[in-house]
């Protein structure tokens, strides 16, 4: 029903940034919250970020507050995730998910759709 693409994962030094892009199908984008998960290896699936559908309501993780920002253009149904100040920590799979209602939390339970995920890799 709804298709997430995710693209822009890659390998970049600490410190460095990375902005990752979420296309989504479907022109109903624009009704509905979008979040941002990832997972390393060994790891469960651990919160990113989320955005609310128009783009004014956000929230983080703490790991990733002030260095992480996440935004959308829903003229072009896509969302962002622009990593700054990257850590050996931050290396994971990074996936985009999408709500079914305006605004979603913290938990993988609340979104009904995902990306593939795309591997970020930071290195020293």
């Known amino acids: 029903q709804v298709q997430l693409v995710e693209s822009g994962g890659g390998l970049v030094q600490a410190g460095g940034s990375l902005r990752l892009s979420c296309a989504a199908s479907g022109r109903r984008f624009s009704n509905y919250g979008m979040g941002w998960f990832r997972q390393a290896p060994g790891k469960d699936r651990e919160f990113v970020g989320a955005?609310?559908?128009?783009?004014?309501?956000?929230h983080y993780a703490d790991s990733v507050k002030g260095r992480f920002t996440i935004s959308r253009d829903n003229a072009k149904n896509t969302v962002y995730l622009q990593m700054n100040s990257l850590k050996l920590e931050d290396t994971a799979v990074y996936y985009c998910a999408g709500s079914g209602t305006w605004y979603s939390g913290s938990r993988p339970g609340e979104y009904d759709y995902w990306g593939q995920g795309t591997q970020v890799t930071v290195s020293s």
């Open positions: 955005i609310s559908w128009n783009g004014i309501s956000t």
